[in-house]
């Protein structure tokens, strides 16, 4: 007995959605208690996930950002706008950016990967796939540690550059006449895998943020 259109339809959605639970819940982001950073540029939770799983690999220089705001040594007045701190990367120059021609991002890259089962999948159930598609590029981690809080102040983001908001510059501010500590963490991702790096500071960057007299 030949099956009904709606029998194969169901079979094809059951099908989808069983492929993609045990894939939604491998993708989720790490546990932290400090939670997960703020995100720029094109950065994600899962690229971010790439550089948590990395931390405990040796510290490697070799190819450190070159943090060129703030500088070590730099004060802010309590007063201040919130500043933008900029960075250069050996990364941005010596490896192709999304979009460009090479080797490490084949036309498409960024948008192929998707099966048609999780195609059909987010069809039938847009929410069950909630991931952005996989990043490919070099990537910054920003890490403001601040005395007396235990989790650091941070940035994921694919800019040479954080413009900082309000919020969290009024917390910075909060701890006025203390050193707080900048450390950049870079690597190269493929499809969200380091094929790069990563790379971090040899000292990290020390400024303070001075408040009225």
Excluded at 148 to 164: D, K
Excluded at 200 to 205: C, D, K
Aim: proline residues 12%.
């Amino acid at each position: 007995m030949k099956p009904s259109p709606r029998t194969i339809l169901w079979t094809l959605t059951s099908a989808a959605v069983l492929a993609l639970t045990p894939a939604c819940g491998d993708d989720d982001p790490p546990e932290s208690s400090c939670g997960e950073p703020l995100y720029g540029g094109d950065a994600t939770d899962e690229a971010w996930r790439a550089l948590v799983d990395a931390e405990g690999r040796p510290v490697d220089s070799t190819q450190a950002v070159t943090l060129s705001l703030p500088a070590t040594g730099t004060t802010y007045a309590t007063s201040d706008a919130p500043p933008r701190w900029t960075w250069t990367s050996p990364l941005a120059s010596a490896l192709p950016r999304p979009g460009a021609s090479s080797p490490f991002t084949p036309p498409g890259a960024r948008d192929a990967g998707r099966s048609v089962l999780a195609r059909l999948g987010e069809w039938v159930l847009p929410t069950a796939h909630a991931h952005l598609p996989p990043f490919t590029g070099d990537i910054y981690y920003v890490k403001v540690s601040v005395p007396g809080r235990e989790c650091p102040v941070e940035m994921l983001t694919s800019n040479l550059e954080w413009q900082l908001d309000a919020a969290t510059w009024d917390l910075l501010k909060a701890h006025p006449a203390q050193d707080l500590r900048i450390q950049v963490v870079s690597a190269y991702l493929l499809q969200n895998r380091i094929t790069e790096g990563p790379y971090q500071l040899a000292t990290p960057v020390t400024f303070r943020i001075q408040g009225a007299p």
